[in-house]
């Protein structure tokens, strides 16, 4: 059985005016009543607010085939094809080995979801949307990963019962499952290149967000927790060339990231340190503790962990900056909520926090000054800055 994290509060807000709710009732009973909705239908006034709404929930229903319509164009490597020059029909048929009947409604398909757009004299070319999956390698990577993840989600009345032996998804993210104080020191070296090298690949969308935001000038040596194969790191030291940087990570991680550190001519201001953050002390010296996308992956009680770790490693005045996907709070409109409350349900730990629970984590571990640094594109990664006093 996977192992879950318990600790999420319920939502909560003020209390409502008992006005609110009759209204809300009267409003529900009107939006689940047929005659309504024929009315609203054919009314000129009211058909294109029925109309949006009949497509957003059928977008709904079709988003699994939406995912596959993705997963098969990047299988195929469609739109990489594409990017290069315009295809027809029958080239693709011919490079993906696939016969033209039935590869015809996939590019049908992908053209009605925006991946591709008709060119022309029967070509192919890249949709608006397709660009981007085309040009970075991190979406395509995650877009193969989500495979795993749908196989858990066959059936997510049962995974969210938990009544599901582990599946796919924890098989993946071993540390989300495992409870074993000797097991991460024994996972098997392909288990750990694998997920490295997802993360690695999906990192730079992080990172960008945090080089674009955050001023390194006034630090002069950063440790990384949790780091990874150090993609991190490798950009960090590209833009701020007047740090000193370290990262954390288990040794089997460590190797991976020491062996690209030396590959890039790192070595001299890139070191590592292996270990487990959870039972480890950190390394002390550095003045700024970065931890990129790693709290969500764990329970409460793990993340305190990792906190005070971090609090205790750093000196008086020193800063920690910590930066991941973020529920939004009550009364904003969700970005990536929905998608990372469920996958991290199926990794079989960790949960998606709003930023003001994370600051009431790490005041807990002895934080102050704790402070939201607003960035470009949050769907991807909040920020969070906070110092030791």
């Given at each position: 059985?996977?192992t879950?994290?318990?600790?999420?509060?319920?939502?909560?807000?003020?209390?409502?005016?008992?006005?609110?709710?009759a209204?809300?009732?009267?409003?529900?009973?009107?939006?689940t009543?047929?005659?309504?909705?024929r009315?609203?239908?054919?009314?000129?006034?009211?058909r294109w607010?029925?109309?949006?709404?009949?497509?957003q929930?059928?977008?709904?229903?079709?988003?699994?085939?939406y995912?596959?319509?993705?997963?098969a164009?990047?299988?195929?490597?469609i739109?990489?094809?594409?990017?290069q020059?315009?295809r027809?029909?029958?080239?693709l048929a011919?490079?993906?080995?696939?016969?033209?009947?039935?590869?015809?409604?996939?590019?049908?398909s992908?053209?009605?979801?925006?991946?591709?757009?008709?060119?022309?004299?029967?070509?192919?070319?890249?949709?608006?949307?397709?660009?981007?999956v085309a040009?970075?390698?991190?979406?395509r990577?995650?877009v193969?990963?989500?495979?795993?993840l749908y196989?858990?989600?066959?059936d997510?009345?049962?995974?969210?019962?938990?009544?599901?032996?582990q599946?796919?998804?924890?098989?993946y993210?071993?540390y989300?499952?495992?409870?074993?104080?000797?097991?991460p020191?024994?996972?098997?070296?392909?288990k750990v290149s694998?997920?490295s090298?997802?993360?690695?690949?999906?990192?730079?969308?992080?990172v960008?967000?945090?080089?674009a935001?955050?001023?390194?000038?006034?630090?002069?040596?950063?440790?990384?927790?949790?780091?990874?194969q150090?993609?991190?790191v490798?950009?960090l030291?590209?833009?701020a060339?007047?740090?000193?940087?370290?990262?954390?990570?288990?040794?089997q991680?460590?190797?991976?990231?020491e062996?690209?550190?030396?590959?890039?001519?790192l070595?001299?201001?890139?070191t590592?340190?292996?270990?487990?953050?959870?039972?480890?002390?950190l390394?002390?010296?550095?003045?700024?503790?970065?931890l990129?996308?790693?709290?969500?992956?764990?329970?409460d009680?793990?993340?305190?962990t990792?906190?005070?770790?971090?609090?205790?490693?750093?000196?008086?005045?020193?800063?920690?900056?910590?930066?991941?996907p973020?529920?939004?709070?009550?009364?904003?409109?969700?970005?990536?909520d929905?998608?990372?409350?469920?996958?991290?349900?199926?990794?079989?730990?960790?949960?998606?926090?709003?930023?003001?629970?994370l600051t009431?984590?790490?005041?807990?571990a002895?934080?102050?000054r704790?402070?939201p640094v607003?960035?470009?594109?949050?769907?991807q990664?909040?920020i969070?800055?906070?110092?030791?006093?």
């Amino acid at each position: 059985m996977k192992t879950l994290d318990l600790a999420q509060p319920a939502p909560h807000g003020r209390r409502r005016a008992a006005w609110r709710d009759a209204l809300d009732a009267r409003l529900d009973r009107w939006l689940t009543d047929p005659a309504i909705y024929r009315w609203t239908a054919s009314n000129p006034l009211t058909r294109w607010m029925t109309r949006r709404r009949a497509r957003q929930v059928f977008d709904l229903m079709a988003g699994f085939i939406y995912s596959q319509v993705l997963l098969a164009s990047v299988r195929l490597r469609i739109l990489e094809t594409v990017a290069q020059a315009p295809r027809t029909l029958d080239e693709l048929a011919s490079e993906c080995k696939v016969p033209a009947p039935a590869l015809q409604r996939l590019l049908s398909s992908a053209v009605a979801l925006r991946l591709l757009e008709l060119r022309g004299e029967g070509r192919y070319g890249l949709g608006p949307l397709g660009a981007p999956v085309a040009s970075h390698p991190g979406i395509r990577a995650m877009v193969e990963h989500h495979a795993v993840l749908y196989h858990d989600l066959q059936d997510p009345v049962a995974l969210l019962r938990d009544q599901l032996p582990q599946g796919q998804m924890a098989e993946y993210w071993p540390y989300a499952a495992t409870e074993s104080a000797a097991a991460p020191r024994h996972w098997q070296a392909d288990k750990v290149s694998r997920y490295s090298d997802l993360m690695s690949a999906s990192q730079p969308f992080v990172v960008d967000e945090i080089l674009a935001t955050y001023p390194f000038d006034q630090h002069q040596r950063v440790l990384d927790v949790g780091g990874g194969q150090g993609t991190f790191v490798s950009r960090l030291a590209r833009h701020a060339p007047h740090l000193s940087l370290q990262l954390f990570d288990l040794p089997q991680v460590v190797e991976l990231a020491e062996a690209s550190f030396r590959q890039q001519g790192l070595a001299g201001r890139a070191t590592v340190c292996g270990g487990d953050f959870l039972r480890d002390p950190l390394p002390p010296g550095a003045d700024l503790v970065t931890l990129v996308r790693v709290a969500h992956d764990h329970t409460d009680a793990n993340v305190k962990t990792i906190l005070r770790a971090i609090h205790a490693a750093l000196p008086v005045g020193g800063t920690l900056l910590l930066a991941e996907p973020m529920a939004q709070p009550a009364g904003e409109p969700p970005l990536g909520d929905a998608y990372f409350h469920f996958y991290l349900l199926a990794m079989g730990s960790g949960r998606l926090r709003t930023p003001q629970e994370l600051t009431s984590l790490m005041a807990e571990a002895g934080f102050a000054r704790i402070t939201p640094v607003v960035n470009p594109m949050p769907l991807q990664t909040r920020i969070l800055i906070a110092r030791k006093s």
